[in-house]
Each structure stands twice: as structure tokens, then as C-alpha cells.
């Protein structure tokens, strides 16, 4: 009963290896998922623009503020596009489909980011709307976003590592990732630290001679 116990715990030294895979998949559909959205807004802003600009092209001085063809009620088009694009749990997104075939609705990273840190992104972009350049800022903003997200999912990945009970496993590990000298690190410290080893690891920081140097035997933990 113990031993089945154990290998439901994703951060049981048996269970490492696939949790970090599964969650590193977790992280690349989300990210997919992401620019593509983010790519969608850009076509859907361009199509309202061109729609409305009598000419069969998009017109964005539409939604400059300062030029005086500037349009409110498209604005407020471009701002309801904005929650359509980007609203998951709506049945009539766009991308419905993308995000069911990559089992966004199933992803870990899903409650954490998507319906946390990432309505800040919606919120300037709409904030954003009447900037003279409105498409250079969407991608401005697409960019910044990402990156956030992506530096954001490295962080949740490891959250539910507890260094008390995970912690030996999580050295076990990585001795059997990178073979580092045991005689020359302070396991105290590494336990104390399993989330950041874990962290450094998934990101390909993490080598034989930094654990030696971060993690030395004479180093004592901060309390």
C-alpha cells in the first residue's frame, strides 16, 4: 500500500524523470497554444482594420488616437476581439480546437498562469489600444508576454517539490544525472535547495563542477 502511495507522488525519486517530461510538454503546448493566439489577435485586428477601411486595406491610424481618422467604436471592436481571442473558457475562441488537441483544458500550467498571470497580457493590450503603432505594440507586447511565461513555468514546475520529503530523492537524482562527488557537497544544503536544483537542471544550468561550487561541504544553509 506504502509503495503505491509512493508512486503517485510525482517528485517520488522513481517518478522524477517522467513528471519533469510531462511537465516540460505541459510548458511547450501551453507556449504553442500562446503564439498562437497571439497570432490570431494580429489577424483578427487586421481584418476589422481593413474591413472598415473602405479600401480593402487595414487602416490603423483607425485606432491611432492622435490621427484624426481615429474611431471609437472600432477601438471598442479591437477591444472585444482582444477578450474573444484570448478567453479559454469561452466555446466560441477561435483556436477551440488547437487548445483541445493539446489538452490545454487538462495542462498543469493552466489555472496557474492562464487564468492568473496571463490577464495581465489582455489587460495591456487593450490598455494599448490608441497607441500610434498598434501592431508594433502587439508584438511588443506578444514578446514580453512570452518570455514572461516562459521564465513563469520553469518556476511552477518544481512548486510542489518539498524539500523535507522530496529532497533525497531529488539528490539521488542528480548524483545519477551528472555522478557530482558526494564527499565535496553539503547534503543538508542540497536538500534544503532541491526546488533550485531541480529548476537549474530542467534548464540546463546545472553541471558537476557548479554543485560542487554552490553546494561544498563547508557551506552551511540560510535559515
Known amino acids: 500500500m506504502a509503495e503505491k502511495k509512493k508512486k503517485k507522488d510525482p517528485w517520488h525519486k522513481d517518478s522524477i524523470e517522467d513528471t519533469i517530461e510531462s511537465r516540460k510538454n505541459d510548458q511547450r503546448n501551453l507556449l504553442n497554444v500562446i503564439q498562437a493566439m497571439d497570432s490570431q489577435l494580429q489577424f483578427e485586428v487586421t481584418n476589422i482594420l481593413k474591413t472598415h477601411s473602405g479600401e480593402g486595406i487595414a487602416d490603423w491610424s483607425l485606432i491611432d488616437r492622435e490621427s484624426k481618422k481615429y474611431n471609437q ?33 487538462k495542462n498543469y500550467f493552466n489555472e496557474r498562469l492562464v487564468n492568473g498571470l ?14 500610434k503603432d498598434y501592431m508594433g505594440a502587439m508584438k511588443s507586447l506578444h514578446k514580453d508576454n512570452l518570455e514572461k511565461v516562459a521564465k ?22 542528480i548524483h545519477g544525472k551528472l555522478k557530482f562527488d558526494k564527499a565535496r557537497v553539503n547534503p543538508d544544503l542540497m536538500r534544503y535547495n532541491a526546488q ?19 553546494y561544498k561541504a563547508n557551506k552551511k544553509k540560510k535559515e
Do not use: C, M, W
Not at 118 to 131: C, E, M, Q, S, T
Open 73 to 105: 467604436k472600432i477601438a471598442d471592436l479591437v477591444r472585444d476581439k482582444i477578450d474573444d481571442v484570448y478567453s479559454i473558457d469561452s466555446q466560441l475562441h477561435p483556436l477551440a480546437g488547437v487548445i483541445k488537441r493539446a489538452g490545454l483544458e
Open 152 to 173: 513563469q513555468t520553469i518556476e511552477h514546475l518544481v512548486a510542489d517539490v518539498d524539500p523535507e520529503t522530496h529532497g533525497e530523492g531529488v539528490i539521488d537524482y
Open 118 to 131: 496571463y490577464f495581465k497580457h489582455v489587460d495591456a493590450l487593450k490598455r494599448n489600444i490608441g497607441a
Open 196 to 214: 533550485d536544483l531541480l529548476r537549474s537542471h530542467i534548464a540546463g544550468d546545472l553541471t558537476k563542477d557548479v554543485i560542487h561550487r554552490q
